[in-house]
């Protein structure tokens, strides 16, 4: 069995591949020579909202509040997101003993 950390930095990978393959609202992932860590400050809160059991239409306000806050963008319909937060939800952020 591997350790917390291990895990813990397993969860973290999968959030932000999810991120960098199926978010990317500024579109750069596309750029291979482009850093991956691009979207990792906002992995952490998606990685407490998820261990608190928040909804997928919730993690989809909170990318549309992400890119119309921090990023500058239009705020897009969260429907438009849900699909990521659906991916999002699929991932088991449980820590096991």
Sequence with gaps: MTDRKTQAKGITDA??????QH???????????WPRDDYDSYIGEIYRYLARGESAAF???????????????????????????????AIDVTLHE
Excluded at 15 to 20: A, G, P, T, W
Excluded at 23 to 33: A, H, K, S, T, Y
Excluded at 71 to 84: C, F, I, K, N, S
């Design 23 to 33: 978010w990317d609202p500024i579109g750069v992932m596309d750029d291979p020579e």
């Design 59 to 89: 993690l989809a306000r909170h990318l549309c509040f992400i890119e119309e806050t921090a990023m500058g963008l239009g705020r897009l319909p969260e429907v438009a997101r849900l699909p990521v937060a659906e991916r999002l939800k």
């Design 15 to 20: 959030i932000r591949q999810v991120l960098v």
